[in-house]
């Protein structure tokens, strides 16, 4: 089974509206870590946000924010008011802990975000 | 804002040629990785590295890879004899703490080698 899972290859959002990027998880480890990357075109990989497993809020960096669905394994990125600079790659990104004792990041296949005026 | 750098941003070599990428974490951070991204493929983990030791390395790893921390700055990934398929991004990370659960885990990537194979 896929650790992360991303099932939007693509989406599409109007400049200055909100965008909701899914992401589902898979681990037993009671200790992780989830994140999510931005990759513009020009290739480089830039941290937007991060959530702790025990964290009892959703996670919020500006305009990003992770909407934490313990329950249901989700940690979903909402991006508010879109803009142009927005469209790039977005990768899903879990670490697992205790259980695991692992330190490489575990990635999805990523969502391609494009923003139109 | 500290960041990690990478050089060169991009390496074309002849297959069968040894490749040294670099890369300097960020100053006060004591975790370092490797990725590779292969073009329009997901970002692979390749190796950890903490207190001057391999902490953990995946399958893709083998004996033709490398990772060494020659100074107090620089963290290198050799490739000793490259392969076609060895083409990919390269990104050097490096995160503050390790426990997972807590932000300091946070992995901070470069901004990539590019290496291409001939």
């Known amino acids: 089974a896929q650790k992360i899972t991303q099932t939007q290859p693509g989406m599409f959002v109007q400049e200055k509206e909100a965008v909701t990027l899914d992401c589902t998880y898979d681990t037993s480890d009671p200790s992780y870590g989830l994140f999510w990357y931005k990759q513009p075109s020009s290739g480089e990989m830039i941290f937007l946000i991060y959530?702790?497993?025990?964290?009892?809020q959703n996670a919020t960096e500006g305009r990003y924010s992770l909407n934490f669905q313990k329950a249901r394994k989700s940690a979903n990125l909402v991006i508010s008011a879109s803009q142009l600079g927005d469209s790039a790659m977005y990768f899903c990104a879990m670490r697992e802990g205790v259980d695991y004792n692992t330190d490489k990041l575990i990635f999805g296949t990523g969502t391609r975000l494009q923003v139109f005026p | 804002e500290p960041e990690v750098t990478q050089t060169p941003s991009h390496q074309v070599t002849q297959m069968g040629q040894e490749v040294i990428l670099r890369c300097v974490p960020i100053?006060?951070?004591?975790?370092f990785y490797w990725y590779r991204q292969i073009l329009g493929q997901k970002v692979e983990f390749l190796v950890s590295?903490?207190?001057?030791?391999?902490?953990?390395k995946s399958e893709i790893f083998d004996d033709q890879f490398s990772v060494e921390r020659p100074d107090g700055s620089n963290f290198t990934l050799k490739i000793r004899s490259t392969k076609l398929e060895d083409s990919a991004m390269y990104f050097c990370a490096s995160s503050e703490w390790a426990r997972a659960g807590s932000k300091e885990e946070t992995q901070y990537f470069g901004p990539g080698t590019r290496l291409l194979v001939l």
């Open positions: 959530q702790g497993s025990y964290d009892q």
């Open positions: 100053s006060n951070h004591l975790y």
């Open positions: 590295f903490y207190n001057n030791e391999i902490s953990e």
